[in-house]
């Protein structure tokens, strides 16, 4: 029997859910990725956003203390997974930013060297081999990535605002995330002053952005003729399930059948 025994029905083809949810620091990025399905591991790289979710219960954290350590772990529950014994429903990576920062540490400033053209290549070579590995786990269970922003330009064009996993002098691999990522999510705050009382504050509408957008690079697979809002206040897991019209079920992690649902045809929509 050759390869071709193992053709199979589009739609029990499994179905990835890799979601990349990237804003400013303190825009709520980490506050929306513990709102997905428990239990959840929470990778704690670098940056510590575990302040915010230290309350939330069905979360157990693991800090990585460098790249090795997170291929490693990712590895191990792909294997587990593969093997029917992931425990998790959701795997969070954050953040996923500081995996550059990271890398430029161990072999460039802890050696007192300065960044070479090749090693810029092995930088991006390693944050994409990452990178696949998150979008492979994420055939089990969900897979968050949260990044800082950074802002781009082109010439002749605005500003847009992409994922930062990269210097913006290299920008393959956050091409490559936005590439293997099945939604896009994009956090920021609006803040008005306002006098309540004779006393002045300042109000935060926390707003996430998944239609598509001229500024923003956001991504959502769903139905072609499916319409979703541009914007989200308070978005959590529940409201985004909710607006994508998907059933909550206890299989494959919340997310179902959800190639049977969809009768496996999907549409990115990436402004």
């Not at 014994?85 to 300065?114: G, H, P, R």
């Not at 998150?134 to 055939?139: F, G, I, K, P």
Request: glycine share 8%; with cysteine; charged share 25%.
């Amino acid at each position: 029997m050759g390869y071709l025994s193992q053709v199979v029905d589009i739609a029990d083809l499994g179905q990835h859910k890799f979601v990349t949810i990237y804003g400013k620091s303190g825009s709520g990025k980490t506050e929306l990725g513990s709102t997905f399905p428990k239990p959840m591991l929470y990778l704690r790289i670098g940056d510590d956003g575990s302040n915010t979710i230290k309350t939330k219960k069905g979360i157990k954290a693991l800090p990585i203390k460098n790249l090795a350590e997170l291929s490693a772990v990712l590895k191990e529950l792909i294997d587990l997974a593969e093997h029917g014994k992931l425990k998790y429903k959701t795997v969070f990576a954050d953040t996923f930013s500081m995996v550059t920062n990271i890398w430029i540490k161990e072999n460039a400033l802890d050696k007192n060297k300065k960044m070479t053209q090749q090693m810029w290549g092995d930088l991006k070579t390693e944050t994409e081999e990452l990178i696949r590995l998150c979008h492979r786990l994420a055939e089990y269970c969900w897979v968050l990535a949260s990044c800082h922003e950074v802002s781009d330009s082109f010439e002749g064009m605005e500003d847009e605002i992409l994922p930062d996993i990269h210097p913006s002098t290299t920008k393959g691999a956050r091409t490559y995330l936005e590439g293997m990522s099945n939604y896009g999510l994009h956090t920021l705050i609006k803040k008005k002053e306002v006098t309540v009382d004779g006393v002045d504050k300042t109000i935060a509408t926390y707003i996430c952005q998944i239609g598509p957008n001229p500024y923003y690079w956001t991504k959502l697979q769903k139905p072609k003729d499916l319409k979703v809002p541009a914007q989200v206040r308070d978005l959590t897991y529940q409201k985004l399930i909710k607006i994508l019209g998907l059933p909550l079920t206890n299989r494959h992690n919340a997310f179902g059948n959800i190639q049977h649902y969809f009768g496996g045809i999907y549409h990115g929509t990436q402004s």
